[in-house]
Structure formats: structure tokens, C-alpha cells
């Protein structure tokens, strides 16, 4: 019960926690890629910072399943199965064919990320493996997993292709941005978070849980202000960027 009271409190602070950091990144923007800028201390080759900051995400949903009474159920391994999708992606094939950036992390930045990763696995694995009722197999054939997983899986897909985009515009040697003109890229100027929007979102309805919809919170709270800032560097950086783009949500934002 004691657990369970810490856990609950844990993730109220939490959620509050993402309030505040939304409100917050609407002025100041995260100091790497486009926006690195000196003042914030030592700094790491980007592609060990992501390895490094993203790896508990990885692993700790692993050690969660395995050492809970849960190893054999389907619909918790699906579960898994699900965040690992992304993760196997994030934090193993994505930091290493990263292209090179004439920008470093500041390590500030990546320990806030590894702090982050390692609660955010923590209130997830925690509930979906430990702490909340078995959801059964019937929850396989529940609107809400089938929707969710609908909406998880379509999200991952834009967010891997928008990457892809991304990294080909650069040939090799070239540090300069580009403009991308190709998928999702015609209509909005970050798909690829919009992608991680979307994904994170199918989560929190698949799993029906409040560690879910915290997850989903804290995504939109990162990932939507900068979305709104990478659309104004763009039309600040090249007076021909097109006027109907618009930021992150096609046709409206």
C-alpha cells in the first residue's frame, strides 16, 4: 500500500511537473540542435548524449517485465512489445545514424533527459507491471487498446519517415539545414514530432492508464514548443518557406 501511495503521489507531481515545463520551453528554447548556444556548461558528441539519455527507456520497461508476475501474460507483454518498438529505434539505431551536426549537447540537457527517462519508465513499467489489475486478454479486443494501438503504430510510422526525410537532406559533408518539401513535410514543419505526439497519445489510450496520459502530457509539453519554434526559425531563416505550412497539426496549427 505504502508503495502504491509514494507511486500515486509520484505521478501527481509529475503531471504537474510537465504543466510547468510546457509553460517554460514557450520561452526559452532547449539548448541543442538549431538552438545550442554557449552558457550551459560542458558539452557531449551528440550521438552518445541520445544513446545515453535514452538507454533506461530501453532497458528498465525490460527489467520491470521480467521480475513481475506479469512475464507471462500476453496482453503485458504486448505492452511491452509496443514501447520497445520505440525504444529499440530510439535508443539504439537513432543516436548512430544520426547525421553528423556542427552542434554538441550540453550535458545538462542529456542528464535532464536521462532523469526524465528513468521516471517516466519507472511510472509506466511500474503501473502496467506491478501495480495495476491484469488487464486480461479480452483488453486485446477493447475499442480502447484497438484504437490506441491504431494510433501508436500510424504515429511511429510518420515519425520514422519524417526522420528519414530529414537525414536525407544533408549530403555527406553538408551541415547547412534545408528545407523538406516531402510527406507530412508539405503540410507542417515538424511531422516528426507530431509523429511522437501521436504515438504517445495511442499509449495513453492502449494502456487506459494515468501513467499513459502522463506520458502523452509531457511529449505535447516538450514537443509543441519547439514545434512552434522550429516553424518560425524556418520562416525567419528562409524568406521562401512556404506561407500555407503550417507548425504541427496539419491545416490548423
Request: charged share 15%; aromatic share 20%; proline share 7%.
Amino acid at each position: 500500500m505504502i508503495g502504491a501511495i509514494l507511486f500515486h503521489w509520484i505521478l501527481l507531481f509529475w503531471t504537474a511537473l510537465a504543466v510547468i515545463v510546457c509553460i517554460s520551453l514557450f520561452f526559452v528554447n532547449a539548448p541543442y540542435g538549431r538552438y545550442a548556444r554557449r552558457g550551459w556548461g560542458r558539452t557531449i558528441n551528440p550521438k552518445w548524449g541520445w544513446f545515453i539519455m535514452e538507454l533506461p527507456s530501453f532497458l528498465l520497461p525490460y527489467l520491470f517485465f521480467f521480475f513481475s508476475p506479469r512475464s507471462q501474460d500476453i496482453t503485458a507483454f504486448l505492452f511491452l512489445l509496443m514501447w520497445e518498438v520505440h525504444y529499440v529505434q530510439r535508443a539504439l539505431i537513432f543516436p548512430f545514424i544520426m547525421k553528423k551536426s556542427p552542434y554538441r549537447m550540453p550535458l545538462l540537457v542529456m542528464f535532464l533527459a536521462l532523469f526524465f527517462n528513468i521516471i517516466n519508465s519507472y511510472l509506466n513499467s511500474g503501473f502496467l507491471f506491478v501495480l495495476s489489475k491484469p488487464y486480461g486478454m479480452g483488453w486485446l479486443l477493447d475499442g480502447r487498446f484497438i484504437c490506441g494501438a491504431v494510433l501508436f503504430l500510424t504515429g511511429y510510422i510518420i515519425n520514422i519517415h519524417s526522420d528519414s526525410i530529414l537525414r536525407g537532406l544533408r549530403k555527406p559533408g553538408e551541415l547547412a539545414y534545408k528545407i523538406p518539401q516531402k510527406g507530412l513535410f508539405r503540410y507542417i514543419s515538424s511531422p516528426n514530432y507530431f509523429g511522437e505526439i501521436m504515438e504517445w497519445t495511442g499509449w495513453a489510450v492502449a494502456t487506459w492508464s494515468l501513467p499513459g496520459a502522463a506520458f502523452a502530457l509531457w511529449t505535447t509539453a516538450n514537443l509543441a514548443p519547439r514545434a512552434l519554434s522550429n516553424h518560425k526559425w524556418y520562416k525567419r531563416t528562409f524568406p521562401e518557406y512556404p506561407s500555407r505550412r503550417k507548425a504541427l497539426i496539419p491545416f490548423l496549427i
